[in-house]
């Protein structure tokens, strides 16, 4: 089968946004840059169309289509992180120049939402006992940045 790869849509900064992206998470890199041969909605002939880029090892294509199409919430992105220091080394790295949301969600400086989600987290949603994941989905609708030793502490009341 072909690959399938996510285009996402910028407004001029579709290689600003892939190498801010590639520097933060790991197995990232940029593949290739198209230029564009002629004048279009999003850029001038010379300046950059197209951006092929990976993250996390999955293939991606930055578009600078233009303006009129800003990214919504109904699409995100979601990192899922090993641990609590890894959640606050991609948030804060994301949340650079973007917004918090609420309950591991952010919207980054280009507009695209981000969840950032602790494995604990997921874990926690998977326990065999249903007060525990209550209690543990309870608190996160709580937060901002998920927090692994409250979200812990939450479930471990819940039992």
């Known amino acids: 089968m072909s690959q399938i790869s996510t ?11 892939a190498r801010f992206y590639t520097a933060i998470l790991p197995d990232s890199a940029i593949q290739a840059v198209l230029r564009s041969p002629l004048d279009t909605p999003g ?21 600078n289509g233009g303006p009129g199409h800003p990214f919504t919430q109904a699409i995100s992105m979601s990192v899922l992180c090993e641990d609590q220091a890894e959640v606050d080394r991609v948030w804060n790295a994301l ?12 919207t980054d400086r280009y507009g695209l939402s981000w969840q950032v989600v602790p494995r604990r987290m997921i874990e926690l949603l998977h326990d ?8 543990a989905m309870r608190a996160m609708m709580e937060m901002v940045k998920l927090d ?3 979200l812990d502490r939450a479930a471990d009341a819940a039992s």
């Open 148 to 150: 692994v030793a409250e």
């Open 43 to 63: 850029g001038k002939a010379g300046e950059v169309l197209l951006i092929e880029f990976t993250l996390n090892g999955r293939h991606f294509q930055g578009l």
């Open 95 to 106: 949340l650079d120049g973007g917004s918090p949301v609420q309950c591991g969600w952010l």
């Open 7 to 17: 285009c996402l849509w910028f407004d001029g900064k579709a290689e600003e946004a």
């Open 128 to 135: 065999s006992n249903p007060k525990r994941v209550d209690a």
